[in-house]
């Protein structure tokens, strides 16, 4: 994937950022519900009966972008990898949020705000696999 850097600006930068806050802080006064969407979307499948606000959220989530380009155009991201490794790409992160017991937003967000060493810890491999990740697939798997 490679975004198109010309196109990054610090306010809708600052904004979106103050947007994910704000909506972290809000789930968690008014439902004492950390905003780790990996939890939110397992929260469903089996159905708890706490669901309405998991759905509700998660379409929030999904309708963002097209309230976005109501104010601006959306910026134009092109995904080099091909399906087989976007599904294998997809996996690993399902594996890799199980074994954590969250996802980025959990504890990258959420977790680090709290100052939670946990949170901390998993961010920081989460950061790690990653770079070690693009690194093997730019420059070792290429040849």
């Given at each position: 994937?490679?975004?198109?850097?010309?196109?990054?600006?610090?306010?809708?930068?600052?904004?979106?950022?103050?947007?994910?806050?704000?909506?972290?802080?809000?789930?968690?006064?008014?439902?004492?519900?950390?905003?780790?969407?990996?939890?939110?979307?397992?929260?469903?499948?089996?159905?708890?009966?706490?669901?309405?606000?998991?759905v509700?959220?998660?379409?929030?989530?999904?309708?963002?972008?097209?309230?976005?380009?109501?104010?601006?155009?959306?910026?134009?991201?092109?995904v080099?990898?091909?399906?087989?490794?976007?599904?294998?790409?997809?996996?690993?992160?399902?594996?890799g949020?199980?074994?954590?017991?969250?996802?980025?937003?959990?504890?990258?967000?959420?977790?680090?705000?709290?100052?939670?060493?946990?949170?901390?810890?998993?961010?920081?491999?989460?950061?790690?696999?990653?770079?070690?990740?693009v690194?093997?697939?730019?420059?070792?798997?290429?040849?």
């Amino acid at each position: 994937m490679n975004p198109d850097w010309s196109a990054f600006t610090p306010a809708s930068a600052t904004a979106g950022g103050l947007l994910i806050g704000a909506a972290a802080v809000l789930l968690m006064a008014g439902a004492g519900r950390i905003a780790g969407i990996s939890g939110i979307l397992g929260g469903l499948l089996p159905a708890r009966g706490d669901g309405l606000w998991r759905v509700a959220f998660l379409l929030g989530l999904c309708a963002s972008p097209w309230l976005y380009q109501l104010g601006a155009a959306l910026p134009v991201v092109t995904v080099e990898a091909g399906t087989p490794r976007l599904i294998a790409a997809g996996l690993l992160v399902g594996v890799g949020t199980r074994f954590a017991s969250g996802c980025t937003s959990g504890h990258g967000v959420c977790g680090l705000s709290r100052g939670s060493r946990r949170s901390f810890a998993a961010t920081a491999l989460f950061m790690a696999a990653g770079f070690a990740t693009v690194y093997a697939v730019r420059h070792l798997a290429s040849g």
